[in-house]
């Protein structure tokens, strides 16, 4: 479903993404991880077209997404969170979700005639995501994880068919945590989505994925099931940082 | 909440439209001025309040609505019913193409570009003589006998910004007034919502061009007469302070930093020449004391 081939990006000498492939079949659940810096959030941002890959290309349902803008990336069906909290502070949590919907219906010219709340679509979609009781709360005095949930909310709201989720419970008490890997697995099973995650947390990621890609240094060294994965003697020794015996 | 506020609006207008019975010309022209720049600053307030886009070039626009009515009007003697939509459509298709390039930047660059291109506009109505008359301005831009009085003018007018102020208060409102806000907060967030940014911004840019341009074929028409000093950025500024003293967080702040500035200084204009130090002082405590203005004011008051 989400292929990706060749893909490299370096940063004035320095390469962030080494020659990456992998694929992301449809309704995996996917995580991607690595030690801090090994290349997982410019990864992302090659995926979604925040960044332009100097090599390598993306392909989603065999189209070439490379070389896209953002926008036109979630037109072809790609819904992303970021790692760092990325909603309209000032705005109401419902007020966020309601612009999340003007974009997905392609209404965002539309300037000849008021806004029409789509109340029903709001409130489903704050339901999906917990946020119900918090519609008329200004996004930026929300908690962190809350804040997090709400982003959840605004890539749902494209009704993504892959969903890539940066670092989703970064920052989140244990707590947090818990309860947000609980709504991420329940929803992308619920919506039939395809999720394509980064993460620290080894527990979350070999607790819900059913595909692992481990990074180092920018290169893919490992692309499979987590026992696989685990199991893998370059992946204990460069990722885990300790030697086989 | 809409519906009383749409009653308070029309009950405005209904009011303004007695105004003639006063039979004082000095009111009916102080009146129909207030009108003009109210369309004008409420044009502006469209970037700089809802898409966070603070041009410093916008007297630009007016003054090609303004020329171009003009133009139309006493050059090439085309009647004022055709003369001011073509003047509109000449704007429209001017703001697009400043705007297609404006957009491209953003916060300060983006407002040094307006400011480049509205001395731009100003140096080209400057140096035309044969098409603008240079710096002496075109003089004798007539309207036709039936809104040839203070009075006739004045209603006019005031149906005009009626109907435009009715227009950009829908745009305000409509999804792309929303979509604006919400590239203003956070524009890496809008644009992987799905949104083109720059192209929603560029429609806003367009649209406050072209009503600005209204306004300047209006001011045009109320004077009789337009100067380069129309475009000049002194204009700008002076549409731009009455949109942060009237509140740029509001749709009908700007309406109120019109009226307070033009009353205020025709009034204080009549006893002493230091007006513009007052304006100074005025500006100062706008940014400190009230930094959203007479309307961020009067709704605080209003909460308490």
Known sequence: MLEIKGLTKTFSGFTAVDNASLIVKKGDIHGVIGPNGAGKSTLFNLITGHLIADTGEVRLHDKRLTGLAPHAVVRRGLGRSFQRISVFPRMTVWENVQIALVAKDQQEFCFWKPLVSQNEQIARLLETVRLEDEAQVVAGELSYGRQKQLELALALAGEPHVLLLDEPTAGMSPRETEDSILLITRIVKDRGVTLLFTEHDMNMVFGIANRITVLHHGAVIASDSPDAVRENSSVQEVYLGRPTH | ?304
Not at chain 2, 167 to 189: D, F
Request: aromatic share 12%.
């Open chain 2, 1 to 304: 909440m809409p519906h009383s506020r749409l009653l308070l609006g029309a009950g405005i207008v209904g009011l303004l439209a007695l105004l003639p019975l006063s039979g004082s010309t000095y009111l009916m022209y102080l009146s129909t001025q207030v009108l003009i720049f109210v369309l004008f600053a409420t044009s502006l307030n469209i970037l700089i309040g809802y898409a966070g886009l603070v041009s410093f070039g916008h007297a630009a626009f007016f003054a090609i609505g303004g020329y171009g009515c003009a133009i139309l009007l006493r050059t090439y003697e085309i009647p004022l019913l055709l003369a001011m939509p073509a003047a509109l459509v000449m704007t429209a298709i001017l703001s697009a193409l400043i705007g297609s390039l404006c957009v491209r930047l953003t916060s300060y660059y983006f407002s040094m570009l307006t400011l480049a291109f509205g001395q731009l506009i100003w140096a080209v109505v400057f140096k035309w003589r044969s098409m603008t008359g240079g710096d002496d301005g075109l003089l004798r831009v007539d309207s036709p006998s039936w809104i040839d009085t203070p009075a006739s003018f004045f209603i006019f007018t005031l149906l005009v910004v009626t109907l435009a102020m009715l227009a950009l208060w829908i745009v305000a409102h409509s999804p792309l007034g929303r979509t604006l806000m919400a590239i203003r907060e956070n524009q890496v967030r809008a644009g992987f919502l799905g949104v083109h940014t720059r192209r929603v911004q560029l429609v806003a840019f367009t649209i406050a061009g072209t009503f600005a341009g209204l306004a300047g074929a209006l001011f045009a028409l109320f004077n009789r007469s337009i100067f380069p000093d129309s475009a000049w950025w002194l204009q700008s500024a002076e549409v731009l302070i009455m949109v942060v003293l009237g509140g740029m967080n509001s749709f009908f702040g700007p309406m109120v930093g019109a009226l307070t500035l033009i009353v205020l200084s025709r009034f204080t204009l009549e006893v002493t020449d230091y007006w513009p130090g007052l304006l100074a002082i005025i500006l100062l405590a706008t940014l400190f004391f009230f930094p959203n203005g007479i309307a961020g004011l009067l709704k605080a008051k209003g909460k308490r």
